[in-house]
């Protein structure tokens, strides 16, 4: 089939070619060519005596050259809700040029918004004789056809659930947990030997039960950094005394006229090993902090308060809590949803150690690398934060080089969910339906009732309440659970050890002795969390017989009545 181009489509396609075949580099007429050429795509009537080229175009679009078939509507809807974004901007860019917009505004005569209005309301709109029309029909139309069918089974499982299968690919639950904990132990060993040139002795200083955080604090570059009783401050000092006692010293500074000057090559090397460190904390926060969010929720994340936002990330209770906005519903309901995460001990104490020391010398480092204007983002380059793509190239090297499996953004989703679902929210029996809610909340994919129960809106000082965090909180240490990663804080000079892990080696709690009492409580809060409960008094009872090695001993309970407890928290004694 002869593809079909109106006159004037055809003289400008002919223009370019001939640009093209030339090498010509006016680059400013060629982009000027094909904005029109692009409109005058747009702008094709169905009345027209010849086919619409573009509307040919989306039908190519449904074709998949790799597997010779038709695209399913899970895959093709995306390229036309793309392709839909692209017209709107080129549309835009035509009606109302980019460079002549400030002009606009000062003109008489037309309205720019009714100039836009009128190329808007004839060509980019449901109803109307044009290419957009129809391509909107087609997106609306597969987008039904899609839920209808629903998603293809991506994830399949072992009979021992040891195994998971992603599009076919093993991937080994011992695998994914070991990938966890090298990228850890390689952010700790390049964090200290060549960000802290040296010092393997400051994250084991760094107490976080003991960091105070005030979420009410608005003031502009405030974070929990900057509280004066933290002793955090003073990073840069610390640093220049670990440079100057290093080897490193004569590799990154000279002697200038009148003072030290920094040596470009050595702030390159320092720069390079900065970017793998923060690769690896990003990594780490976007899998260990819970359920994973979508990337530009990570990457945006924000360490001190900007002019007109509030930071993402505060400490509480000794734990680095990542507080993020959630936007997907945002259309609909005009609110935003705030999802609070925690990150397990080491991985919270990397990020504080670089927010303490390294982000300081980096700044005194390099002006010029935009630090002091990143407007408070933890990941910044230029003149804008990182994006998902930063994520997806971080996480697919990683996770290639360290378990032979390439992990991008969107396959994390589906590999975390899937473990959500078949490793973690077992871990308590008979988990409460709301937080079954927020565990799907804090995927951003949630459910009714979570809409309802955990949609927590408006902006993040407002919306962080007690009850939300300390669900969202539960929700965090299952997945720590099962990923064997073990946070403690202290409270009062007390340790408090969450038992974050069942199988991990931690430092079991004391045997309870012949007389019950506050010690099983105890037990239980150490074992559960503080403030857990027995779910009753015949559960209680029953652990009691456990503990006292009566036999044979029969315990009967409801469903979700807590009969996992009665096996699991007797095995985490000490003796047991």
């Known amino acids: 089939m002869r593809i079909q181009f109106l006159p004037d489509q055809e003289e400008i396609l002919s223009e370019l070619r001939?640009?093209?075949?030339?090498?010509?580099?006016?680059?400013e007429t060629m982009d000027a060519k094909v904005l029109k050429v692009s409109a005058l795509l747009i702008m094709h009537s169905d009345y027209a005596p010849?086919?619409?080229?573009?509307?040919?175009?989306?039908?190519?679009?449904?074709?998949?050259?790799?597997t010779k078939r038709w695209r399913e509507p899970n895959t093709y809807t995306?390229?036309?809700?793309?392709?839909?974004?692209?017209?709107?901007?080129?549309?835009?860019?035509?009606?109302?040029?980019?460079?002549?917009?400030?002009?606009?505004?000062?003109?008489?005569?037309?309205?720019p918004l009714e100039v836009f209005r009128g190329v808007r309301d004839k060509w980019l709109v449901?109803?109307?004789?044009?290419?957009?029309?129809?391509?909107?029909?087609?997106?609306?139309?597969?987008?039904?056809?899609?839920?209808?069918?629903?998603?293809?089974?991506?994830?399949?499982?072992?009979?021992?659930?040891?195994?998971?299968?992603f599009d076919g690919r093993p991937l080994g639950v011992e695998g994914f947990r070991g990938f966890i904990h090298s990228t850890i132990e390689a952010a700790e060993r390049l964090l200290c030997e060549d960000l802290l040139f040296g010092d393997t002795e400051?994250?084991?200083?760094?107490?976080?039960?003991?960091?105070?955080?005030?979420?009410?604090?608005?003031?502009?570059?405030?974070?929990?950094?900057?509280?004066?009783?933290n002793g955090l401050s003073g990073g840069r000092e610390r640093m220049m005394k670990l440079l100057k006692r290093s080897n490193k010293w004569k590799k990154m500074l000279r002697k200038g006229r009148e003072v030290l000057d920094w040596i470009g090559s050595g702030i390159r090397d320092y720069e390079w090993a900065v970017g793998k460190f923060l690769e690896y904390l990003l990594i780490l926060i976007h899998i260990t902090g819970g359920q994973p969010g979508r990337g530009t929720e990570i990457t945006t994340l924000r360490y001190a308060n900007a002019m007109q936002t509030i930071r993402n990330i505060f400490v509480k209770e000794g734990r680095v809590m990542i507080?993020?906005?959630?936007?997907?519903?945002?259309?609909?309901?005009?609110?935003?949803?705030?999802?609070?995460?925690?990150?397990?001990?080491r991985v919270g104490k990397l990020l504080v150690v670089y927010l303490a020391d390294v982000l300081p010398f980096r700044q005194l480092m390099d002006r010029k690398a935009g630090m002091l204007t990143s407007k408070g983002f933890l990941w910044f380059k230029k003149d804008k934060p990182w994006e998902t793509d930063d994520l997806t190239k971080a996480l697919t090297t990683e996770s290639g080089s360290r378990m032979g499996f390439?992990?991008?953004?969107?396959?994390?989703?589906?590999?975390?969910?899937?473990?959500?679902?078949?490793?973690?929210?077992?871990?308590?029996?008979?988990?409460?339906?709301?937080?079954?809610?927020?565990?799907?909340?804090?995927?951003?994919?949630?459910?009714?009732?979570?809409?309802?129960?955990?949609?927590?809106?408006?902006?993040?000082?407002?919306?962080?309440?007690?009850?939300?965090?300390r669900t969202f909180e539960r929700v965090t240490d299952r997945w720590h659970s099962f990923l064997r990663l073990i946070s403690k804080a202290e409270n009062d000079g007390k340790v408090r050890q969450r038992a974050l892990s069942m199988t991990a080696s931690m430092?079991?709690?004391?045997?309870?002795?012949?007389?019950?009492?506050?010690?099983?409580?105890?037990?239980?809060?150490?074992?559960?969390?503080k403030g857990a409960k027995f779910r009753s008094k015949e559960q209680r009872l029953g652990l009691k017989g456990v503990l006292e090695g009566e036999s044979p001993l029969v315990v009967i309970l409801t469903t979700g009545g807590g009969k996992s407890l009665l096996f699991m928290l007797p095995a985490w004694l000490e003796g047991a």
């Open 78 to 111: 995306p390229i036309l809700a793309g392709v839909q974004f692209c017209m709107r901007v080129l549309m835009l860019e035509y009606a109302l040029p980019s460079e002549e917009r400030n002009e606009l505004i000062c003109m008489e005569g037309d309205d």
């Open 50 to 66: 010849r086919k619409s080229a573009l509307v040919h175009f989306f039908g190519v679009l449904g074709y998949d050259a790799r």
């Open 18 to 27: 001939e640009m093209a075949e030339s090498n010509e580099e006016d680059e």
């Open 202 to 229: 400051r994250l084991g200083t760094v107490d976080l039960w003991k960091l105070r955080d005030d979420v009410n604090v608005p003031n502009v570059k405030h974070s929990f950094i900057s509280v004066e009783e």
């Open 507 to 529: 430092k079991p709690a004391k045997r309870i002795k012949q007389d019950m009492g506050t010690e099983m409580q105890e037990a239980l809060e150490g074992f559960l969390g």
């Open 406 to 469: 390439h992990i991008t953004t969107a396959d994390y989703r589906h590999i975390a969910i899937a473990i959500d679902r078949r490793h973690v929210r077992g871990l308590t029996d008979g988990m409460d339906p709301d937080e079954e809610d927020a565990h799907d909340l804090q995927a951003t994919h949630s459910t009714t009732t979570a809409d309802k129960v955990y949609g927590i809106r408006g902006d993040i000082l407002k919306c962080l309440s007690d009850h939300s965090i």
């Open 126 to 165: 449901d109803g109307e004789a044009s290419p957009f029309n129809v391509m909107h029909k087609l997106l609306q139309y597969g987008m039904r056809v899609g839920m209808a069918m629903g998603g293809r089974d991506r994830v399949l499982w072992s009979e021992d659930g040891e195994t998971m299968y």
């Open 323 to 345: 507080v993020t906005e959630y936007h997907k519903s945002m259309a609909v309901t005009d609110q935003v949803k705030v999802i609070p995460r925690f990150l397990p001990e």
